[in-house]
């Protein structure tokens, strides 16, 4: 196992949530951070809370120029890149009879495409530094939430992903790993559109009981478990579920 002080790390989707807490967590373990994200005043306000061991670029990764600009700034921040965490992610739910084709499109170019087109950029400095690229999964592929068909398959595609990448990067001492969490606070239904923060947090409350462990999760616990599968040298093509019990489906006592 390799210690994460002065690594190099992205992480997009870094301004708020699961994102955020990953960026303390491995901020506080010695590494430099460079989180990315669309909201400036957001990146803004992690940096600040983290210090000088964190810096940001605001960037669309749905588009390449970014992704060229992000990679290249953590790159020189970090002075190389030992890890990756693809962390962005957008929502999009509806019945089956009402999918809109374009809102499918999307998903699915946020939540799968752009993270393997930024891992592709990735990959010449993992490859020297025999890094890591961390995917983040979700509960929904293992309980089914009716409406959410959108985002269960993209992570469902993530999954699937993170093992084929894992077979075919092995070689070059690319370690590629997934983390599946359960009940996290995050923003993702608020930028959707989908809930305000009073729903947002009923929706949490609702879930406390279906968690085994009884609590909602901590981004920062989600952080754990993506600090262990960075440094992790010889685990690859893991499919760690960090969910509180969550997604065992299990019945109430």
Known sequence: MIHLKNTSILITGGGSGIGKGTAIHLAEKGAKIVICGRREEKLKKVKKEIGSACSYIQADITKQKDRKRAVSFAVKHGNGLDALVNNAANMYRAPLDKLEEEKLIEIFQSNVISSMMLSSLCLPHLQKSKGAIVFLSSVHTRRSFSGASPYAASKGAIETLTRVLASELGPSGVRVNCVVPGAVPSEINQRAGLFNEKETKK???????????????????????????????????????????????????
């Open 203 to 253: 929706r949490l409350n609702d879930l406390i009981s279906e968690h085994r462990l009884g609590r909602i999760g901590k981004s920062q616990e989600i952080g754990e478990a993506i600090e262990y599968l960075i440094t992790a040298q010889w685990t690859t093509g893991a499919i760690l579920d960090v969910d509180g019990g969550l997604g065992l489906g299990a019945i109430k006592d």
